[in-house]
């Protein structure tokens, strides 16, 4: 569980976070959505310490991030998985040698069983035969599932997903998120996901923090986002007319 | 513009204590270590092997052509071609061009791992990002360059034992005593360290412009420019304060 509390950032003295609070739930695909320029990415790269926050607590399981020192940090770090946007693999290495990179840099497996967790982990994520090829020469959606091979490879506790679907066609986009999801719900870890497509909202939105200018604006799941009558939710939601009629479908079904 | 210039001095100090903190996995870095000397040293080769060899023709020809009193012995221009690449041009013109080559290509690498996010991908997993990619390009390129260095040397001053006699402008015999007279083997040791120093000053100055570039693919251009622009003035710089110091 990820809890934060009362989270403020600045920069160049204009407020981007104020005063956000919200707990992340261990087994759901917890979801950061807002317009893009919200604070989204602010919010998860202060979660994650990219950025240092000017305010307010970020609690990993009751433990202090925030006032952490670097060296308890890096520990925890190692417990942290994370798909950044592009994909953000080691142009340098192949598929394998970047899934390897964690296992490399940090256990003590021997290579037989590094090697065993590579092949899993990227059977996990359906990736067979790219193993040897350099990440130029496979597909956007080949790049996030690598990474997030990478990002599972250290079992971690924590999964972060920077717009995991961007870029992507919406039947790769389906497969990305149910692959999270599987991957939160299987290896019960505590996933936060930034995104602004609604299709993700819908399809695995377990617990959702709707943020605008910066501010908490309101927080639910899938089934009640719909219904909500906050009004810049609204907006945000059904600037894509489908949902709109989805909802009257649903309310005149009721 | 003070401010500036104390602002980034303080970042390049700062980075460069991250960079020199323990590493994670010495075994990992070892394997990085190599894997630097030969993109950015054993690469090298061919670049300073064509460059020196130019080099000492021409400032064989340049020496000949200015010895015009009759009564200075041929054997003079061997000696001035030896004794200008030991001091000055294979350590200090060598370490311009390098900052060209190298530095421009180190900029570039960790300035477009900088833009597409992998070395917040490093952070996030724990790795110190400053040392795993600064360090073992500083180390590999303070070893090869005065393996560069020696080359150069030796590349110049057959350049110049080919030039000089093709042209007439010096017998292979007279130009042969040349560089065997009068040599002080401390030029030697004292461009070697010049060249330690300016390894370091390529190496480190070109990856602090890369690890803080801001941006996208049009600031990693410019942080290569300014990268080049910095480490060749302050290659300068410390010529001159090495030679006050050390000569």
Known sequence: MIEIKNVFKSFENKDVLRNISKVFNQGETNLIIGRSGSGKTVLLKSIVGLFEVEGGQILYDNRDFTSMNTKYRKELRQEMGMVFQGGALFDSLTVEENVRFPLDMFSNLSPMEKQKQVDYCLERVNITDANKLSPSEISGGMKKRVAIARAIVMNPKYLFCDEPNSGLDPETSLVIDALIHSITVDLQITTIINTHDMNSVM???????????????????????????????????????????????????? | MQMNIFNVTGRYFALMLRVFSRPERHSVYLRQIFNEIE?????????????????????????????????????????????????????TIMGLIMAGKIGSNITSEIGSMKVTEQIDSLEIMGVNSASYLILPKIIAVVLMFPLLYILSVFFGIIGGMIVGPAVGAVTLSDYVSGIQYAFTPYYVTFSLMKCLVFGFLIASIASFFGYTVEGGAFDVGAASTRAVVNTNIMILVWDLILTQLLL
């Open chain 2, 39 to 91: 993109n950015l040293g054993l690469k090298s080769v061919g670049i300073v092997a064509v460059i020196s060899l130019f080099m000492g023709g021409i400032m064989t020809l340049q020496v000949a052509y200015n010895m015009t009193n009759p009564l200075l012995p041929r054997t003079l221009i061997g000696l001035g071609n030896r004794d200008s690449l030991i001091l000055e041009f294979s350590s």
């Open chain 1, 203 to 254: 399809e695995i939105g377990d617990n959702i923090l709707f943020i605008s200018e910066g501010e908490k604006c309101w927080e639910g799941n899938r089934n009640e986002i719909l219904y909500s009558d906050n009004q810049k939710l609204q907006e945000f939601v059904f600037a894509n007319k489908q949902y709109q009629k989805i909802r009257d479908d649903k309310l005149n079904d009721q």
